[in-house]
């Protein structure tokens, strides 16, 4: 499957920003998606996950309460609806599918991965 991510940009703290990620393919629905991100000189990180069906979710502590992560099975998209954005949410963001079932946190665990989106909030 690939992944090509969408809709960053710049905004101030506080202010929201949605985020796409459109597969290519049939089965979309069975795979798990994510969403990472990796700011300046740090590795990596877990943001958000979602089952095939959209029945489970997960999220990381920094962004729990303020992110939503959903998905449009009909649509072959996911989404990362970003509120209350803080500058430390400044990263490039990518999202991965994981062929095999469970909402999982770890990259090693995603198969495929998309080229990323950059999200910069300004204090």
């Known amino acids: 499957v690939q992944l090509q991510a969408s809709g960053g940009g710049l905004v101030q703290a506080g202010d929201s920003l949605r985020l796409s990620c459109a597969a290519s393919?049939?089965?979309?629905?069975?795979?798990?998606m994510g969403w990472f991100r990796q700011a300046p000189g740090k590795e990596r990180e877990f943001v958000a996950a979602i089952s095939g069906s959209g029945g489970i979710t997960s999220y990381a502590d920094s962004v729990k309460g303020r992110f939503t992560i959903s998905r449009d099975n009909a649509k072959n998209t996911e989404y990362l609806q970003m509120n209350s954005l803080k500058s430390e949410d400044t990263a490039v963001y990518y999202c991965?599918?994981?062929?095999?079932?469970?909402?999982?946190?770890?990259?090693?665990?995603?198969?495929?991965w998309g080229q990323g989106t950059q999200v910069t909030v300004s204090s």
């Open positions: 393919g049939r089965t979309f629905s069975r795979y798990v």
């Open positions: 991965a599918a994981r062929e095999r079932p469970g909402v999982v946190a770890s990259t090693g665990f995603y198969d495929y």
